[in-house]
């Protein structure tokens, strides 16, 4: 019902996937409105807040979930197939992370030098949109490690012929396969860290298990609002932010009901701008 088909094409796309068959958009909407809560406080995020945001609070429920793939080691044996898999590390109700996105997405091109970030990290794929972007809301994503063969010589990422690494557990067969198959020069290889976020679309919870204001607004670490681009300003005309209207009231709440407190008072009281605290 959510993936909709016209002549075997079928609509939906992730983050970190490339192609779609069909350019119909797969949301929530389509059977909701975008208001659905009748509660005003809820239904002001769904601006810039995606429905996946509240309502998968956690993944890889009833089965753990590989979260980091590591190359460089030796592969395991799965005792069902008999087949060698690379190493990973697999966890089982995994926080998601959060970050923007507008439709579009970064990706890594084949064939050139991988260049990393400020992590250390090569980023496969990432999504594009930031506070500023008014087509950009807040997703949930699975934050996915990776080290991967790389050519000492060229930079580049390195192909794997997969289902010789499945069979042997060799790697070097494995990589000298994949890159003669797509035609490079071989030149051995080193290993690269990489990094890639994976959109959350499914194992959407009960409406009883989607997060509360304070799981992500409280004393927690879920949401990383500064990352974000939601930073409070720490002058207000020329003066500590707080201490610019009245005496610094801030240490009488608690960190668990400051956020609410500090909203109700100003935004539902005073009725003031969210600019006036913050600068985006």
């Known amino acids: 019902d959510c993936h909709t088909a016209k002549n075997h094409k079928i609509a939906g796309r992730g983050t970190d996937m490339r192609q779609r068959d069909l350019f119909e958009e797969v949301s929530c909407a389509k059977c909701h409105s975008?208001?659905?809560?009748?509660?005003?406080?809820?239904?002001?995020?769904?601006?810039?807040?995606?429905?996946?945001?509240?309502?998968?609070?956690?993944?890889?429920?009833?089965?753990?979930?590989?979260?980091?793939?590591?190359?460089?080691?030796?592969?395991?044996?799965?005792?069902?197939?008999?087949?060698?898999?690379?190493?990973?590390l697999k966890m089982a109700n995994v926080m998601p992370e959060y970050a923007f996105f507008n439709g579009l997405s970064y990706f890594?091109?084949?064939?050139?030098?991988?260049?990393?970030?400020?992590?250390?990290?090569?980023?496969?794929?990432?999504p594009l949109g930031d506070i500023l972007d008014p087509q950009a809301k807040i997703f949930a994503f699975k934050y996915h490690l990776g080290r991967q063969p790389v050519d000492p010589v060229s930079g580049a990422l390195l192909p794997l012929k997969i289902g010789k690494f499945f069979m042997t557990g060799d790697l070097a067969s494995a990589v000298a396969l994949g890159v003669t198959e797509v035609g490079w020069h071989y030149n051995s290889y080193g290993f690269a860290d990489t990094d890639r976020?994976?959109?959350?679309?499914?194992?959407?919870?009960?409406?009883?298990?989607?997060?509360?204001?304070?799981?992500?607004?409280?004393?927690?670490?879920?949401?990383?609002?500064?990352?974000?681009?939601?930073?409070v300003n720490e002058m207000h005309s020329g003066k500590p932010l707080c201490a610019s209207c009245h005496k610094d009231e801030s240490g009488e709440w608690s960190s668990a009901e400051l956020f609410s407190k500090v909203h109700a008072k100003h935004v539902d009281d005073k009725k003031l701008d969210c600019s006036q605290c913050h600068p985006f």
Not at 44 to 67: G, Q
Not at 110 to 119: S, V, Y
Request: proline share 7%; with cysteine; aromatic share 8%.
């Open 197 to 231: 976020f994976m959109g959350l679309f499914h194992e959407v919870a009960p409406k009883e298990n989607a997060l509360s204001c304070m799981e992500c607004h409280g004393d927690s670490d879920r949401m990383d609002f500064k990352t974000l681009g939601y930073t």
């Open 34 to 88: 975008d208001q659905p809560h009748g509660k005003r406080e809820i239904d002001k995020h769904t601006a810039r807040v995606n429905c996946t945001v509240c309502h998968i609070p956690a993944f890889a429920k009833v089965a753990a979930t590989d979260m980091e793939r590591d190359w460089s080691k030796p592969g395991d044996v799965d005792p069902a197939t008999r087949l060698y898999e690379p190493h990973m």
């Open 108 to 126: 890594y091109e084949f064939g050139q030098p991988a260049q990393p970030r400020e992590n250390g990290r090569v980023l496969m794929s990432g």
